[in-house]
């Protein structure tokens, strides 16, 4: 995390002067010294979201991403495509994943590197495959998930980040991983015996086999359902144990910009998701911005999760805009530290 110095200092010294002359310091004045009040906001440029909708629909016209179809073939070749038009190094690392059911699935994970050489680096992460069952869906329970929301929205997110990157004038002085992971939705809490659910598949087998030895990053952020109309982001929970300085950096960022409708002050549940083998076994920090309901604890996630209503109706370009312009905002303070 970037420490502005100058604003400590100065803020240190309006705290001294002001107990100096026996004013009382207030919570507004004593919170200066914290880091929410002293991230510096780096110039960045502006994330487009028609272009961000428009990547997450050019994927939801494969038809589900469900792996071993036509579908997620086409999908993946599309997303190693666009990643390499906007100049991003691309390194595909195919893997075959047991399910918990026991299909073997060919699968990949894809990354797309800007900056390849850069020391510091940021993962940005998404899974790009989708769920085989609507098995929340009232009746079409066996008929795939469209998959908009829950895998497409992060995935259009990442791309809008490569292209806008790729078209600045000012480019940021850092690395930047984009990464997306296959395979993580083939899962069954209630059936499989694994302590994943048999979700995440492919952030487990990069986790543990990286497509550099022994990768790491400097931090994190993984999206999952970041593109639902009034989508709420609470602080997850392995988000907030593991990386919590990365969530405060995130959720103060957003702030900042004007988004704390969606990037909101409390605590939310602890979801399994493809962070948490990055935290466990890749042991870098990594948080996970995912749409959890607050105030009904009667569901988890959005409306039409794991159903087939799952689709580009549901896709606010709003909600894409909060977090794509959150995150380029991250990235250019990371890169650019104010002394
Ligand atoms: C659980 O339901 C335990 N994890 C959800 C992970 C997930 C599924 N994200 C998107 N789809
Ligand atoms: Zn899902």
């Known amino acids: 995390m970037t420490i502005n110095s100058s604003l400590i200092f100065r803020s240190l010294a309006l705290i001294t002067l002001l107990a100096g002359i026996g004013l009382s310091c207030t919570t507004k004045d004593s919170s200066e010294s914290t880091s929410e009040q002293t ?27 469900v792996p071993n179809t036509t579908a997620h073939t086409q999908t993946g070749d599309y997303l190693v495509e666009t ?29 797309g590197s800007y900056n390849p050489q850069a020391g510091k680096r940021i993962m940005l992460a998404a899974h790009w495959d989708s769920r085989p069952f609507a098995d929340e869906d009232s009746t079409r329970k066996t008929q795939p998930v469209p998959g908009a ?26 690395g930047l991983d984009l990464m997306f992971f296959d395979a ?43 593109g639902a109309k009034g989508a709420t982001f609470p602080k997850e929970g392995y988000s907030t144990r593991n990386a919590n300085e990365v969530v405060r950096t995130v959720w103060n960022t957003a702030s900042k910009l004007g988004y704390s409708n969606y990037f909101l002050d409390q605590q939310g549940p602890a979801i399994t998701d493809d962070h948490v083998p990055v935290n466990q076994i890749a042991k870098f920090p990594m948080i996970d911005i995912i749409h959890t309901r607050v105030n009904d604890l009667s569901r988890t996630f959005f409306d039409h ?22 995150l380029l905002q991250v990235l250019y303070n990371e890169a650019q530290p104010v002394m």
Request: contains cysteine; negative net charge.
């Open 39 to 65: 991230t510096a906001m780096a110039p960045a440029p502006t994330f487009n979201a028609d272009s961000a909708y428009t990547f997450v629909e050019k994927q939801v016209a494969f038809g589900p991403r």
């Open 83 to 111: 990643l390499k038009e906007y100049g991003f190094t691309v390194t595909e690392q195919p893997f075959v994943a047991t399910t918990y059911d026991g299909k073997k699935l060919n699968a990949r994970n894809i990354i």
């Open 149 to 174: 929301n829950d895998g497409a929205s992060g995935v259009g997110v990442l791309l809008e980040i490569a292209r806008v990157i790729h078209a600045a004038s000012n480019k940021p002085d850092i």
């Open 184 to 226: 993580e939705d083939w899962g069954n809490s209630e059936v499989a015996s694994d302590e994943f659910g048999g979700f995440c598949l492919g952030s487990r087998y990069w986790a543990e086999n990286r497509h550099i030895p022994n990768y790491t990053a400097y931090f994190g952020v993984l999206l999952d359902m970041v």
């Open 305 to 326: 999760w794991h159903t087939t209503g799952d689709t580009m109706e549901n896709i606010d370009r709003n909600t894409l805009k909060a977090v794509g312009q959150t």
